[in-house]
């Protein structure tokens, strides 16, 4: 089984920045994907960004030039770092990351317990 553990989120002023984080503990042989998801009150959940395997990246629109994903393969680790956020960044936070527990095998999803980031003067 494997737990995602996340941290980092919290209240920040508009400008301002934040570093998620998001680390995976357990059975891991390969992690594909890591992302982050976002959900705002009344709001359906986002796809904030995700990098795969082989390093590629994908952002929302609305987070492209500010938000940076990025990974630690060493730590099973990966980091979300938040800049110039807006009042309308304001979500739960969460992460997704896929995970094969032995090879070969499917990957299997895994989500993170969620972390609130509130942007607000």
């Known amino acids: 089984q494997v737990q995602l553990v996340e941290s980092g989120g919290g209240l920040v002023q508009p400008g301002g920045s934040l570093r998620l984080s998001c680390a995976a503990i357990g059975r891991i042989f390969v992690i594909n994907a890591m992302g982050w998801y976002r959900q705002a009150p009344g709001k359906q959940r986002e796809l904030v960004a995700v990098?795969?395997?082989?390093?590629?990246?994908n952002y929302a629109d609305s987070v492209k030039g500010r938000f940076t994903i990025s990974r630690d393969n060493a730590k099973n680790t990966v980091y979300l770092q938040m800049n110039s956020l807006k009042p309308e960044d304001t979500a739960v936070y969460s992460c997704?990351?896929?995970?094969?527990?032995?090879?070969?095998?499917?990957?299997?999803?895994?989500w993170g317990q969620g972390t609130q980031v509130t942007v607000s003067s």
């Open positions: 990098l795969t395997r082989d390093g590629s990246t």
């Open positions: 997704n990351i896929q995970v094969a527990p032995f090879w070969p095998s499917d990957f299997n999803d895994y």
